[in-house]
């Protein structure tokens, strides 16, 4: 048994049990699912409200986060790869526990594309392989036993496709009464800017909603699920037609739009209310989150108080109050309730708290530039890690991250940059960076930089770039085309190699490849060699820190190996940690062993303070 008092607060953060916000069945509000950390390794847990009992519901080796419930909660549906390759088949379990079985007989596997269960035993599956694009198939349940299906919906029948296309879709979701579907689609070719097509559940379209006109425009849309009101057809809807995403009701059987201005400065994004009278309104600005509910008829939006920080999930119950999972960069998250509750506590040891983050504002080549700093005690300059996000369609936010916070504690500042890519910053912002792909991002991350130098922060000689995903790509692209400016690299499966990274990838990925270059490897090889790291290998002076999952749909592990490979013919110093999981590890100790590479590397080879 470990003594607590003996492990470092860092490490503490990432062992700390911890739980996400619970989703609950439409029909049976008692039962919820959640995942948590609480074995070592995230999983898939059931929660039965009435009784209070929590189990176990999944429990293989590199864990299990996607999952959901069907509709009457006697289901637990969840989605089983292969040491997160990310490439498998839909289980399925029985809420109060039992033996696993396949979701959608029939299917073969695939990556997922999305999932919808209807109240009467409907299935819909969306799939994606890189033979075939995408496709989306519906199961109706057998007829159920018993007399007159007393035992509810029948088992899955056989899967009848619906949809196919090369680009990619997804399943948004069915209506209540589950006659009617809507699928995301990028038919045009604009992975960026999805529009929506409602069909029947023998793909029949019913509607069509294209506000990119054909990927004429950059304009997307996205499904915020249909009305759970009896009878009403409507669908909340997530548009950009004025800069920002904001919220939208959609009749597909009547034809109309209302868009809902409610005067707010950053990305509203917006869920139904279970009765189907009032949203759920979650607001998006200068990296923190808050919560407003928005009255129908009156047309009358009420804020909903919570803490200084950031709601990073919330979902409105049927008892009126509202749960969310709230944290700040300085407090672990907690799952609340409005009416004042702490609704689950995670057991066990409590992660220790870190230190606030300061906003800062830096003008850039492409306009002001949002930055998080965290820093150590003491006076500096301090050695100082750009901690880069992934996504690139993501954004650091006033939230409790394990990862920064260990920079911290051995003596770093953290600067974190919403560079333009970032979400929560307007559609501009976003959608800057195409066709000059991972070059306008440091641009952006070389203005605060300069800023951290210039203002005493940053020690100039003792800086270090690092990142995950994206994030690991744009280190590697920034040791090599500014050499003189970072002193170590550190990057986790990051994209190295960008050619074969495309040839490799996921097809869904292969399709945002397309939208942010302007075409294939083959159609535009000059911007694809313009933004590949392995262009500019021979430039890197700085050490070089890689680590990678071998099982890797999204950042492969033959692109990072070119990559490796290249810096061992030419003498680089680096070093290299594969592992046996996907785009990252869900498990706690394999995760606190690459944070203790990842700094002890950078202690290494940082050069001493001056002074």
């Given at each position: 048994?470990?003594?607590?008092?003996?492990?470092?607060?860092?490490?503490?953060?990432?062992?700390?049990?911890?739980?996400?916000?619970?989703?609950?069945?439409?029909?049976?509000?008692?039962?919820?699912?959640f995942?948590?950390?609480?074995?070592?390794?995230?999983?898939?847990?059931?929660?039965?409200?009435?009784?209070g009992?929590?189990?176990?519901?999944?429990?293989?080796?590199?864990?299990?986060?996607?999952?959901?419930?069907?509709?009457?909660?006697?289901?637990v549906?969840?989605?089983?790869?292969?040491?997160?390759?990310?490439?498998?088949?839909?289980?399925?379990?029985?809420?109060?526990?039992?033996?696993?079985?396949?979701?959608?007989?029939?299917?073969?596997?695939?990556?997922?594309?999305?999932?919808?269960?209807?109240?009467?035993?409907?299935?819909?599956?969306?799939?994606?392989?890189?033979?075939h694009?995408?496709?989306?198939?519906?199961?109706?349940?057998?007829?159920?036993?018993?007399?007159?299906?007393?035992?509810?919906?029948?088992?899955p029948?056989?899967?009848?496709?619906i949809?196919?296309?090369?680009?990619?879709?997804?399943?948004?979701?069915?209506?209540?009464?589950?006659?009617?579907?809507?699928?995301?689609?990028?038919?045009?070719?604009?992975?960026?800017?999805?529009a929506?097509?409602?069909?029947?559940?023998?793909?029949?379209?019913?509607?069509?909603?294209?506000?990119?006109?054909?990927?004429?425009?950059?304009?997307?849309?996205?499904?915020?699920?249909f009305?759970?009101?009896?009878?009403?057809?409507?669908?909340?809807?997530?548009?950009?037609?004025?800069?920002?995403?904001?919220?939208m009701l959609?009749?597909?059987?009547?034809?109309?739009?209302?868009?809902?201005?409610?005067?707010?400065?950053?990305?509203?994004?917006?869920?139904?209310?279970?009765?189907?009278?009032?949203?759920?309104?979650?607001?998006?600005?200068?990296?923190?989150?808050?919560?407003?509910?928005y009255?129908?008829?009156?047309?009358?939006?009420?804020?909903?108080?919570?803490?200084?920080?950031?709601?990073?999930?919330?979902?409105a119950?049927?008892?009126?109050?509202?749960?969310?999972?709230?944290?700040?960069?300085?407090?672990?998250?907690?799952?609340?309730?409005?009416?004042?509750?702490?609704?689950?506590?995670?057991?066990?040891?409590?992660?220790?708290e870190?230190?606030p983050?300061?906003?800062?504002?830096?003008?850039?080549?492409?306009?002001?530039?949002?930055?998080?700093?965290?820093?150590?005690?003491?006076?500096?300059?301090?050695?100082?890690?750009?901690?880069?996000?992934?996504?690139?369609?993501?954004?650091?936010?006033?939230?409790?991250?394990?990862?920064?916070?260990?920079?911290?504690?051995?003596?770093?500042?953290?600067?974190?940059?919403?560079?333009?890519?970032?979400?929560?910053?307007?559609?501009?912002?976003?959608?800057?960076?195409?066709?000059?792909?991972?070059?306008?991002?440091?641009?952006d991350?070389?203005?605060?930089?300069?800023?951290?130098?210039?203002?005493?922060?940053?020690?100039?000689?003792?800086?270090?770039?690092?990142?995950?995903?994206?994030?690991?790509?744009?280190?590697l692209?920034?040791l090599?085309?500014?050499?003189?400016?970072?002193?170590?690299?550190?990057?986790?499966?990051?994209?190295?190699?960008?050619?074969?990274?495309?040839?490799?990838?996921?097809e869904?990925?292969?399709?945002?490849?397309?939208?942010?270059?302007?075409?294939?490897?083959?159609?535009?090889?000059?911007?694809?060699?313009?933004?590949?790291?392995?262009?500019?290998?021979?430039?890197?002076?700085?050490?070089?820190?890689?680590?990678?999952?071998?099982?890797d749909?999204?950042?492969?592990?033959?692109?990072?190996?070119?990559?490796?490979d290249?810096?061992?013919?030419?003498?680089?110093?680096?070093?290299?940690?594969?592992?046996?999981?996907?785009?990252?590890?869900?498990?706690?100790?394999?995760?606190?062993?690459?944070?203790?590479?990842?700094?002890?590397?950078?202690?290494?080879?940082?050069?001493?303070?001056?002074?």
């Amino acid at each position: 048994m470990t003594d607590e008092s003996c492990v470092p607060d860092w490490e503490k953060r990432f062992r700390a049990p911890r739980v996400s916000l619970p989703e609950w069945a439409e029909d049976a509000p008692d039962r919820s699912l959640f995942v948590s950390n609480a074995t070592g390794t995230f999983e898939l847990y059931a929660w039965d409200r009435a009784t209070g009992t929590q189990r176990q519901v999944t429990d293989r080796p590199n864990g299990t986060t996607e999952g959901t419930l069907s509709p009457d909660g006697e289901w637990v549906w969840w989605f089983s790869d292969t040491d997160g390759d990310e490439f498998g088949v839909w289980m399925r379990q029985p809420f109060a526990g039992g033996e696993d079985v396949p979701g959608a007989p029939g299917l073969e596997p695939s990556y997922p594309a999305g999932l919808a269960l209807g109240r009467d035993g409907t299935v819909v599956v969306g799939r994606s392989t890189d033979e075939h694009g995408t496709s989306v198939h519906v199961l109706r349940p057998r007829p159920a036993d018993g007399p007159g299906g007393a035992d509810g919906p029948g088992e899955p029948g056989e899967p009848v496709e619906i949809y196919r296309h090369r680009e990619s879709a997804g399943v948004g979701g069915l209506s209540r009464d589950g006659s009617l579907l809507v699928i995301e689609h990028t038919e045009h070719g604009d992975a960026m800017h999805s529009a929506l097509r409602v069909v029947r559940l023998d793909g029949t379209p019913v509607a069509e909603l294209d506000d990119s006109a054909g990927g004429t425009k950059e304009l997307g849309l996205e499904c915020l699920g249909f009305s759970p009101a009896v009878g009403d057809s409507r669908l909340l809807v997530a548009h950009q037609r004025r800069g920002r995403w904001e919220p939208m009701l959609w009749d597909p059987l009547g034809g109309g739009t209302t868009e809902l201005d409610f005067d707010l400065p950053g990305d509203v994004s917006a869920e139904w209310t279970p009765s189907g009278d009032a949203l759920l309104v979650v607001h998006s600005y200068r990296a923190r989150a808050e919560m407003y509910r928005y009255d129908l008829a009156r047309q009358v939006l009420e804020r909903l108080e919570t803490p200084a920080g950031s709601v990073s999930s919330a979902t409105a119950r049927p008892d009126g109050s509202v749960e969310y999972l709230w944290s700040s960069a300085a407090r672990p998250p907690q799952v609340r309730s409005t009416s004042g509750a702490v609704v689950l506590e995670p057991p066990g040891m409590r992660a220790p708290e870190s230190v606030p983050v300061e906003d800062v504002w830096v003008e850039g080549p492409g306009g002001t530039v949002h930055a998080l700093v965290q820093k150590p005690e003491g006076t500096g300059p301090f050695p100082t890690v750009f901690e880069v996000h992934g996504g690139p369609t993501w954004h650091d936010s006033d939230a409790f991250a394990a990862g920064p916070a260990a920079w911290v504690d051995h003596g770093y500042a953290v600067v974190r940059v919403n560079y333009r890519g970032s979400t929560g910053y307007g559609r501009e912002w976003t959608d800057a960076l195409r066709h000059r792909v991972g070059l306008i991002e440091l641009e952006d991350i070389d203005a605060v930089r300069r800023w951290a130098v210039g203002s005493g922060l940053a020690d100039p000689a003792r800086l270090v770039l690092a990142g995950g995903s994206w994030g690991g790509y744009l280190t590697l692209l920034g040791l090599g085309t500014q050499p003189d400016v970072w002193a170590v690299g550190v990057a986790a499966v990051p994209v190295a190699d960008y050619v074969t990274a495309y040839q490799d990838e996921m097809e869904a990925l292969k399709a945002l490849d397309r939208t942010l270059f302007g075409g294939t490897p083959e159609e535009v090889p000059e911007r694809f060699r313009a933004s590949s790291p392995l262009t500019y290998v021979e430039r890197v002076t700085a050490p070089v820190y890689v680590s990678a999952g071998v099982n890797d749909p999204r950042c492969p592990i033959r692109q990072i190996d070119n990559y490796v490979d290249a810096l061992e013919r030419l003498g680089k110093t680096h070093e290299v940690y594969r592992y046996d999981a996907g785009h990252g590890s869900l498990v706690v100790e394999e995760r606190i062993k690459q944070v203790r590479l990842e700094i002890g590397f950078a202690e290494r080879y940082l050069p001493a303070a001056s002074g």
